[in-house]
Nanobody, 126 residues
């Protein structure tokens, strides 16, 4: 199972970026997908998650109202739309697949995921 993130980059505070996480339909379609981030010297933290059906989502309080997670109808790509970015959003962003398929767990912890992408850097300048 290979997850590939893209869309990171450098943006000014207040700007927007849209991250993508792609995988094969067989690897993706029946599983919840989460986004996490890790800033230098900090632990990896939960950002957002979407269930396998695309019908339910959950967000960290720090991004609620600014970030939106979604998945395409073919269920091969999950997106993270990030608006009103702030310098504290600077981190490497990772997508990951939940361990158990066809569930509505919406896990917020790293141990709930078994496959991870390589990460994409997001840098927000002040």
């Amino acid at each position: 199972v290979q997850l590939v993130e893209s869309g990171g980059g450098l943006v000014q505070a207040g700007g927007s970026l849209k991250l993508s996480c792609a995988a094969s339909a067989r690897a993706f379609s029946a599983y919840g997908i989460g986004w996490f981030r890790q800033a230098p010297g900090k632990e990896r933290e939960f950002v957002a998650v979407i269930d396998w059906s695309g019908g339910s989502t959950a967000y960290a309080d720090s991004v609620k109202g600014r970030f939106t997670i979604s998945r395409d109808s073919a269920k091969t790509t999950v997106y993270l739309q990030m608006n009103s970015l702030q310098p504290e959003d600077t981190a490497v962003y990772y997508c990951a697949r939940e361990k158990f398929g066809s569930s509505y767990t919406l896990s917020r912890v790293t141990t709930g995921y078994d496959y991870w992408g390589q990460g994409t850097q997001v840098t927000v300048s002040s």
